[in-house]
């Protein structure tokens, strides 16, 4: 199967369509109806395999070779955007500008899981933080945030108890 068709495949979201106001950010964006999704986030390494591997075990997800080895895939499924992985031939220099945060249900045993499977805490100046800055074995951050505070689909506290305008 080719990438193209992998990416398209696996994060179709039927019915997903964001709409925009033409007067929004100076009339910047278009007043038309328009159908974007996020088909992948996109990791350049200089190993794809070793990195979607090392993914692939965090995620517990399925990891795909691609053509030659030049890149993996990682489906995340449930009409989430994937993760590629794709070979680029220069190393990392400086501190990544995107990248993920994991939300566990344990956040002291899933970062020693991830350190077990080859990712190390990273220190990148955050001081004393409620989350674990962290990298995986090419050196690309992400967090493992704490767990819900309170249920998704209630509101915490302090918002719970404001008076709602009617």
Do not use: Y
């Amino acid at each position: 199967m080719s990438l193209r068709a992998l990416v398209t495949r696996s994060t179709r979201v039927d019915g997903f369509v964001a709409r925009c106001s033409a007067s929004d950010q100076g009339g910047l964006l278009s007043s038309a109806a328009v159908a974007l999704r996020v088909s992948a986030v996109v990791v350049d390494c200089l190993d794809p395999e070793r990195i979607g591997q090392f993914w692939s075990a965090a995620l517990s997800r399925p990891v795909v070779r691609g053509e030659e080895g030049v890149w993996w895939w990682l489906d995340l499924g449930q009409g989430n955007p994937g993760i590629l992985f794709l070979q680029n031939p220069e190393p990392k220099v400086v501190k990544n500008r995107l990248h993920l945060d994991l939300r566990p249900d344990d956040q002291r045993r899933e970062v020693e899981r991830l350190i077990g499977l080859g990712a190390r805490e990273k220190d990148i100046g955050q001081g004393a933080v409620s989350w674990v800055v962290m990298a995986d074995p090419a050196d690309n951050e992400f967090c493992v945030l704490e767990p819900e505070l309170w249920p998704p689909d209630e509101p915490p506290e302090s918002e719970a108890s404001q008076p709602q305008a009617s």
